[in-house]
Each structure stands twice: as structure tokens, then as C-alpha cells.
């Protein structure tokens, strides 16, 4: 309870619940009082060719066969039709940024990065993005500003992924 404010740990001690009030709002807020570190797995046999694309340089989105709907990240189903039958297009890279935000509170397992941008752009291919932008000033960032989708490795971790760069 040592992150939490004083007014929230009298409540709880008071109540005997991990409820407080929400300053705002004034409404009940319950607050959880462990943390959950959580891993993520789940099966990509059926997009597999977009991280081999990865390893290649190359960023895939899919696209159905039947009704014509983009899918970025790719997907092995489309969610329109119903149909399983997608052709993979692999993204030339050039896009317009819509929107982005500085992340200054990390989640703890990114505190090891410096503060960063997300981004979302509207790729030449019409799907929508969404990267860590590669810049070394936000000050430098420009509605509508043309960005590439690039591969990189991301380090400390050494996987490789995807983000902007500004053209």
C-alpha cells in the first residue's frame, strides 16, 4: 500500500475493502492490491509469414480474397465474411501521420526505454498503423508529417520489429 495516497489507504483501513473514492468524480474506485505480471501466448501458425517477413525487412498485411478488406496487423480470418482465404500484400512503407502521443509513465516493463513516441498512420495501402515513432525531438513532429514504416531490432531485447521514421 506504499504507492498509494494517504487519503486512499484511510479509506480502505476504514471500509476494510481496496475501495476508495475517485477524486474527480466521486465515485467508488476499486484499486488492486497486487501486481500481475503477464506473458502472452498465442498461436501464429496462420500469420507466420508476416514475422518471417520481419526477419526479411519486409512488413505484410493481409487482405480477403473476397470482400477486399486490409487487415494490419495481418489477419488469417476475415471478421467481415467469414472467409480464411487472404492474399498477403507487403506494405511499401509510406504513410501520413494522423496522431501520435509521448510516452512519458511507462508500464514497468518498458521503464528501461527513454521516454518514446506511438504513432498512427494512414499507410499509401489504406490500412492504419500503429509504431513507435523513431525521432529525436517531438518538438520536430508535424500534423500530417509523410512517414516509412521501417524494420529495426529493438535492444536490450533484440527482437525484431517495426516503427516510423520521418521522411
Known amino acids: 500500500m506504499s504507492d498509494l495516497s494517504e487519503n486512499a489507504k484511510r479509506s480502505i ?30 498461436g501464429v501458425a496462420k500469420v507466420q509469414k508476416f514475422f518471417e517477413g520481419l526477419k526479411e525487412g519486409k512488413i505484410y ?42 510516452i512519458f509513465v511507462k508500464p514497468s516493463t518498458y521503464t528501461h526505454y527513454k521516454d518514446y513516441v506511438v ?26 508529417m509523410k512517414v516509412r514504416l521501417t524494420t529495426t531490432k529493438r535492444e536490450p531485447e533484440g527482437f525484431i520489429t517495426y516503427e516510423f521514421i520521418p521522411l
Do not use: H
Open 119 to 144: 504513432g498512427i498512420a494512414k499507410m499509401n495501402e489504406g490500412v492504419r498503423v500503429l509504431a513507435w515513432l523513431k525521432i529525436d525531438d517531438p518538438a520536430k513532429i508535424k500534423p500530417n
Open 13 to 42: 483501513t476504514e471500509k476494510g475493502l481496496p475501495i476508495c473514492e475517485e477524486t474527480k468524480t466521486k465515485l467508488p474506485l476499486y484499486i488492486s492490491m497486487r501486481e500481475l505480471p503477464l506473458r502472452f501466448q498465442f
Open 61 to 102: 498485411m493481409t487482405q480477403c480474397k473476397k470482400c477486399g478488406q486490409k487487415f494490419f496487423p495481418p489477419q488469417a480470418d476475415c471478421p467481415k465474411c467469414l472467409e480464411s482465404s487472404m492474399d498477403w500484400i507487403p506494405l511499401n512503407g509510406e504513410g501520413e501521420l494522423l496522431t501520435c502521443t509521448v
